[in-house]
């Protein structure tokens, strides 16, 4: 059985390619989703994609992360990671090895992107690397964490 990892990204993600692909690439989340889907296969890893605008929708996405014996998560949070306490709680439950990507380099960026409420019940925070970030988390479950509970 290979290991099966969700990659979950928060609102707005599905506008890449569109909102300011200066700052967050010119690729689509689609474009984004094969690069990933490719670097897991080739690690004989199992990936499963979920994108929601909607807090409760991947709040319960996480729960049910737990249900269906995902052994690690890379979530992008989007906005919901600098005040969505909600989710740090759901992320904290599941105790499912959990990385935070960024797209971009929030710490260069506005002040109140600098906070993550999430980051600290992640194993890890990437940040900065483009869609790039999602194949260093892939790894980093994969190499640092065995991808299991």
């Known amino acids: 059985m290979s290991t099966k990892i969700a990659i979950i990204n928060g609102p ?13 690439g010119a690729e689509t989340l689609d474009e984004i989703n094969d690069e990933i889907s490719a670097a897991a ?20 996405h996480l729960q049910q992360c737990y249900y269906d014996s995902v052994q690690g998560i890379i979530l992008n949070p989007g906005a919901l990671t600098h005040y969505s306490y909600a989710l740090r709680d759901a992320i904290s439950s599941v105790n499912i090895p959990c990385i935070e990507v960024h797209l971009s380099n929030v710490h260069s960026r506005d002040e109140f992107r600098h906070k993550s409420v999430t980051a600290a019940v992640c194993k890890g925070q990437i940040c900065g690397f483009g869609y790039f970030g999602y194949i260093l988390a892939l790894d980093a479950l994969i190499n640092n964490f065995g991808g299991t509970k």
Request: no cysteine; charged share 15%.
């Open 12 to 24: 707005n993600l599905n506008f890449l390619g569109i909102r300011e692909p200066s700052v967050y």
């Open 41 to 60: 296969a080739a690690r004989n890893v199992t990936v499963q994609f979920f994108q929601s605008n909607h807090e409760g929708a991947i709040i319960d």
